[in-house]
């Protein structure tokens, strides 16, 4: 595994708690792009926006696209916040340690 799989691992598990975390269990994002350099990861809403879209597609949360598309709002699915508190193992998505 090269450093850049690990770092996509990382900023998807941080993607997972930070939803698991946020009121409704939803974020826009922007919102979310903001919350990852705060944790490291200094990326761009493109790569946000790549991220949210492997996540849905393994199910683990859903995208919603508001204002003309403009704006990409992620919610947390049951299955995202097992990930997201170890409690279910996804490839593509480290595995959290113990809390």
């Given at each position: ?30 919102i ?25 597609e ?12 403009k ?29």
């Open positions: 595994m090269n450093f850049g799989d690990v770092l996509a691992e990382d900023r998807r598990l941080v993607i997972l708690r930070l939803l698991d975390q946020a009121p409704g269990y939803s974020a826009n994002d922007s979310l792009c903001s919350a990852l350099d705060g944790f490291g990861h200094r990326c761009s809403r493109d790569q946000v926006r790549t991220d949210l879209a492997w996540l849905a393994q199910q683990l949360l859903t995208v919603e696209q508001v204002g003309a598309g704006v990409h709002v992620a919610t947390l699915t049951g299955r995202g916040g097992d990930v997201a508190n170890g409690r279910a193992n996804v490839p593509g998505v480290k595995r959290p340690s113990p809390r």
